[in-house]
């Protein structure tokens, strides 16, 4: 990465300056280092279909980006391109300044540093809630049980499920399955979490409970990416809203900006949708 | 009455029942471990490795299981010389050894597709969630998916272990005195005792298999993954 970026004969394509001037800063990030997540020139095809399209997004410290746009704009595959989870055909990912590995020990150990959350939960079921949390900790960062343990208990604590620790996923509501989910991925002590539509498989009732975790989580700092159509969560706690659309990033704003005056029609018409109910 | 006590005294039952539960224990023991390994190669990322996979079940599943233990017995015994201990142990242990390689053989492919099974029964979610903590390709394996599938794979791993308890009898066909060939003797001298002996012989794999099948049945219920 370093290496690159000091090498004036590399084009970053799409990255002006006027669009990086466009978005106001918030004090609390971090610009003057290197992005954290930094993604350059990214295509990716399935099949035939061009699903992300010379895609560049740099996210620095502390900084909460939530992504938006219509269903099947590339969002998810976005965002699991960032702890390869997904391939990518061409272009850069950087996480911290270290290029993703193509696979291995390396990818494992950068996967350990960035935090995922997912749609449909995903906590291991034959586990209890308490083991779900210390699996990590214990086999990649090679903590001791009671360690683990230990910080697990606290971290179930700060997502308000402390009293469920010894229960089976399956037992548990889905908001409270969520909240174990985000709990599991901090317990890794992650750089940058990223979610990925973590309240749409949510009961109504349930939505706020996640989403009060995560306004925590970025009021404390965590550098977030979030996909996400819960404009209330944007607007109270990320700095830019990305707006995707057919494997392209469309416009990025800061929310109230993006929400009361999108640029683009696409992002007009998208807006118009989700508005009217 | 006479001739059944007579029978009983020179064919000595019991023993050829051991002889066919040490064959169906230790060949149901290396069919898991060759069955697990080739499941784990099917659902690895590299490609050769699961061509190797595919391979193997497919064609060990669809080749007769007298086929193998002919090939082990004659074949790579005799002309290959492969040896399984001294040449000074006794036939007996050499056909036993050589047949538990043949059920072991047989038997993994059966048992590979049912841990496969039970792989497709751990939604893929879970495997990514366990990737995404930084768990390597192993480790996933064996501390989110496999313990899952293993639960889920319960009923069918039962009904491989009684296909394999009764295809133990194939070892007869090399001499090996376990059940079904201490039943042929049995018939041959005394031929007038013919439905005793089978229903003698049948009985005993009715106890080995029943409570087998009993026990999977239960496991399988009590160890199943609430989702
Ligand atoms: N594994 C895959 N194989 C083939 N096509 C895929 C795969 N995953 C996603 N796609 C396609 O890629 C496109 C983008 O998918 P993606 O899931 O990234 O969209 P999204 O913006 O997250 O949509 P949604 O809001 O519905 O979640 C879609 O058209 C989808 O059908
Ligand atoms: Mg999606």
Known sequence: MTDSVSDPSVAEPGRTDAEADATPIPSHVDTSAAPLVDIVGVNKHFGDLHVLQDINLSVSKGEVVVVLGPSGSGKSTLCRTINRLETIDNGRISIDGV???????????????????????????????????????????????????????????????????????????????????????????????????????????????????????????????????????????????????????????????????????????????ILSH | MGKFGQMMAQFDLLHAFWVTIQLSVLGALGALVIGTVVAIMRVSPVRSLQLFGAGYVNIIRNTPLTLLLFFCWFGLRISSGIQLGLPSDPTQVLSLRWAIIAVAVYHASFVAEAIRSGVNTVPQGQAEAARA???????????VV??????????????????????????????????????????????????????????????????????????????????
């Open chain 1, 99 to 273: 290029p993703l590995p193509e696979e291995g020990r390396a990818l494992a150990r950068l996967r350990a540093d960035v935090g995922m959350v997912f749609q449909s939960f995903n906590l291991f079921a034959h586990k209890t809630i308490v083991e779900n949390v210390t699996l990590g900790p214990i086999k990649v960062r090679g903590k001791s049980n009671a360690e683990a343990r230990q910080h697990a208990m606290d971290l179930l604590e700060r997502v308000g499920v402390a009293n469920q620790a010894d229960k089976y996923p399956a037992q548990l509501s889905g908001g409270q399955q969520q909240r174990v989910a985000i709990a599991r991925a901090l317990a890794m002590d992650p750089k940058v979490m990223l979610f990925d539509e973590p309240t749409s498989a949510l009961d109504p009732e349930m939505v706020q409970e996640v989403l009060d975790v995560m306004v925590g989580l970025a009021k404390q700092g965590m550098t977030m990416i979030v996909v996400t159509h819960e404009m209330g969560f944007a607007r109270k706690a990320a700095d830019r809203v990305v707006f995707m659309s057919d494997g392209q990033i469309v416009e990025e704003d800061e929310p109230d900006a993006f929400f009361t005056n999108p640029q683009s029609t696409r992002a007009q018409d998208f807006l118009g949708k």
């Open chain 2, 133 to 143: 903590i930084g768990l390597g390709f192993f480790d996933s394996l064996r501390h």
């Open chain 2, 146 to 227: 496999l313990p899952q599938a293993f639960r889920g794979a319960v009923a069918p791993l039962g009904n491989v272990l009684i296909a394999l308890i009764k295809n133990t009898t194939v070892a007869a066909t090399i001499g090996l005195y376990e059940a079904a060939y201490t039943m042929k003797g049995m018939i041959e001298f005394y031929p007038q005792l013919l439905y005793v002996t089978f229903a003698l012989i049948a009985l005993g794999f009715i106890i080995l298999t029943l409570p087998t099948g009993i026990f999977f049945t239960s496991m399988s219920r009590k160890v199943a993954v609430q989702r």
